[in-house]
Nanobody, 128 residues
Framework: QFELVESGGGLVQPGGSLRLSCKASGAGFSLADYTIGWFRQAPGKEREVVSCVDSSGGTRYYADSVRGRFTLARENAQKTVFLEMYSLKPEDTAVYYC???????????????????WGQGTQVTVSS
C-alpha cells in the first residue's frame, strides 16, 4: 500500500493557471500498475471525476467541463501524476483529490474504476 499526497492548490484569478501534483509515497509498488484519477468536490456537491488515466498511460479521460483546459500527465518514474489547469473559471473552485486503483496491465476505463486509495485533497479557489 502507499499514500497519495496532493499539492499545488491555491487562489488564482479567473483565466489563470495552476499545476496540481499527486505524489505516491511508500515502498514495494510501481505506480505503473495503477489507474489514477483526479476528482473534485465543491461545497454542497458530490465528488466528480475531472480526469483520469489508465495504468499504461495510453488512454486519458476528461470531463466535458474541463476538456481543452486541463491536461493530465503521469510520470511513473517520479511516482507522480500532474493535472495542469488553464483558463480557470470560478466554477472550477473545489477541493481536488487524486485516487488510485490497482489494475496491473489490464485496461479498465478509468472513469468507471472504483478508486480505493485517496489523498487528502488540495483546495483550488478561482476568484477575483
Amino acid at each position: 500500500q502507499f499514500e497519495l499526497v496532493e499539492s499545488g492548490g491555491g487562489l488564482v484569478q479567473p483565466g489563470g493557471s495552476l499545476r496540481l501534483s499527486c505524489k505516491a509515497s511508500g515502498a514495494g509498488f510501481s505506480l505503473a500498475d495503477y489507474t489514477i484519477g483526479w476528482f473534485r468536490q465543491a461545497p454542497g456537491k458530490e465528488r466528480e471525476v475531472v480526469s483520469c488515466v489508465d495504468s499504461s498511460g495510453g488512454t486519458r479521460y476528461y470531463a466535458d467541463s474541463v476538456r481543452g483546459r486541463f491536461t493530465l500527465a503521469r510520470e511513473n518514474a517520479q511516482k507522480t501524476v500532474f493535472l495542469e489547469m488553464y483558463s480557470l473559471k470560478p466554477e472550477d473552485t473545489a477541493v481536488y483529490y487524486c485516487g488510485a486503483y490497482y489494475t496491473g496491465s489490464y485496461y479498465v476505463a478509468c472513469e468507471s474504476v472504483n478508486y480505493n486509495i485517496w489523498g487528502q485533497g488540495t483546495q483550488v479557489t478561482v476568484s477575483s
